[in-house]
């Protein structure tokens, strides 16, 4: 009775319990409305999973293949729409088994649950999961990336005004700016690249918490399933911890921020006061009733979304912060968050990247904007500097200038000879061969500095950082880099090995 019972309610537990769940915890337990995508990852971990009861004896040659292939009938069943998750199935992991016992029959199908459990099964789930989308939140990030560059590839030589507080600073090149906004996306790349490292440690023979006593070799699974950082050597640890998860939380919330933050810009941009860009129609939207109106709907909704970024992570970590280990029913919110974050960011870095290749840029505007806000006090203060004035009266000196200037009505480099001796003797005629804005570019030339000649240098080296980080090290076996971490390249999800 209590085999029957289990196998009515779906679950994959019931034989200590003298009654069936009640209608109420089935409800609140219930996953496969969100966990059923994890479908392709738990068949690959039961692909190698057999392999490892087989190597161990558990499992005849014949009987290995016909699980394989029951398993593959499965997936392609899925794939059609034929097999999906019933209203009696707990999990995506009871799903499938009552999937597989239909395709492989109850006494071959029964087999496939000794030596492993629900904990380290999912634990090594959601680890083949995160590492795939990874890779393709890698992909799209490096071609918001290379959009970035190609228009600040387009734009060498525009001024435009650099700001601090939200106000007129130094005149920097406009191309300098936009690479200012790609470096924390390749960090992110960076991010990724380092996480999967230790995202690539498997779960796999953990069992519940302690282990498993049936002689399975986890390496072999861990291997059959391309992780190559191998087993992981705590088994309460393998189960219970779901640091691999939080971080990729916070790369996908810094994400968002980095993509908010630019979006923030290209808003204030847009508006008619400021003038600096035109968005191209295909990636704005206008008003149900104002005809005029041409709004920046990807940047805002990127600025929004990068909330709900920041909001999945704060949640998965208020979920994570009181767990005693090893697994607690808590750890089924782990995944909704992500799942949502993956998802979230798949659909916007696309149209993000099309919004900003296909900005105009109003050059002429930023041009002529760059030297007002008296954003050329600072190169007269370095040009004192240089006549041998300490810089702490000519900063006195310079302040003196735009205050000058600002009660008179004139620009830096307005000022007759007469009126710039009368601010201060030191002030020569000279100093309006420093008061340009393609002087005071052309002489920010240490590195990191907006002279053109360091942007152009800079350009290079983001686009082949990028490269390095995109492509897989020469030599190295699919799918991982030199030292053994997976690589931007190559999915998880069919890995060759668990499809063979």
Same mark, same amino acid.
């Given at each position: ?9 779906? !679950? ?6 003298? @009654? ?31 392999? !490892? ?24 069943? *899925? ?95 406009? @191309? ?23 995202? @690539?440690?498997?779960?796999?023979? !953990?069992?519940?918490?302690? $282990? ?32 691999? /998860? ?10 968002? *921020? ?18 600096? /860009? ?36 704060? $949640? ?56 007002? $806000? ?10 004192? %500097?240089?006549? $041998? %004035? ?44 420093? %008061? ?29 950082? /990028? ?34």
């Amino acid at each position: 009775m209590a085999d029957n019972r289990a196998s009515e309610a779906g !679950a994959l537990w019931g034989g200590r319990f003298a @009654s069936g769940p009640s209608p109420e915890l089935l409800a609140l337990s219930k996953s496969t409305h969100f966990d059923w995508q994890l479908w392709p990852y738990d068949i690959s971990g039961s692909r190698a999973h057999a392999t !490892a009861l087989a190597a161990a004896g558990y499992l005849t040659p014949d009987e290995l293949g016909a699980m394989t292939a029951a398993l593959d009938r499965l997936a392609a069943s *899925i794939e059609v729409g034929d097999f999906t998750a019933a209203e009696s199935d707990e999990d995506v992991h009871s799903a499938l088994e009552r999937g597989l016992i239909a395709e492989a029959g109850a006494e071959l199908g029964g087999k496939l649950r000794a030596g492993r459990s629900r904990n380290d099964q999912i634990a090594t789930l959601i680890r083949l999961y995160l590492l795939d989308h990874g890779r393709e939140l890698g992909h799209l990030v490096v071609q918001l990336i290379d959009a970035i560059a190609s228009q600040a590839a387009a734009h060498p030589d525009a001024p435009m005004p650099g700001r601090t507080h939200l106000q007129h600073a130094q005149p920097v090149l406009l @191309s300098h700016h936009l690479l200012a906004h790609a470096w924390p996306l390749v960090r992110d790349l960076e991010r990724l690249r380092d996480w999967s490292a230790r995202a @690539s440690a498997s779960p796999y023979g !953990a069992g519940a918490l302690a $282990g498993s006593s049936l002689g399975l070799d986890p390496a072999l699974v861990a291997s059959e399933l391309g992780l190559t950082a191998g087993p992981m050597l705590n088994s309460i640890d393998a189960t219970a911890s779901r640091d691999v /998860v939080a971080e990729f939380a916070f790369i996908t919330s810094l994400i968002g *921020i980095n993509l908010s933050r630019f979006a923030e810009e290209i808003i204030v941009w847009a508006t008619r006061e400021f003038g600096f /860009v035109k968005l191209h129609d295909g990636y704005s939207t206008g008003s149900s009733i104002m005809p005029q109106k041409k709004n920046p709907d990807i940047a805002e909704l990127a600025r929004g979304k990068s909330g709900r970024l920041i909001g999945n992570l704060a $949640g998965l970590l208020a979920t994570l912060k009181g767990l005693p280990l090893a697994y607690n029913r808590d750890l089924q919110e782990d995944k909704e968050p992500v799942f949502d974050s993956v998802e979230q960011l798949e659909v916007l870095l696309p149209a993000f990247t099309g919004m900003v290749a296909s900005l105009t840029f109003n050059t002429d505007r930023l041009a002529e904007l760059a030297p007002q $806000g008296f954003s050329l006090a600072t190169d007269v203060a370095e040009w004192l %500097v240089r006549q $041998g %004035v300490p810089f702490r009266d000519a900063h006195e000196i310079s302040g003196d200038l735009v205050r000058f200037c600002e009660q008179n009505g004139l620009e830096l480099h307005e000022p007759t000879d007469e009126q710039l001796t009368t601010v201060s003797v030191h002030l020569t005629p000279a100093v309006r061969d420093v %008061v340009t804005v393609t002087g005071s570019i052309a002489s920010r030339n240490g590195i990191g500095g907006t002279a053109g000649v360091r942007v152009a240098e800079q350009l290079a080296s983001l686009t082949a950082q /990028v490269r390095v980080l995109q492509k897989s090290v020469a030599g190295a076996g699919a799918g991982t880099a030199a030292d053994g971490a997976p690589t931007l390249d190559e999915p998880l999800l069919y890995h060759p090995k668990a499809t063979a």
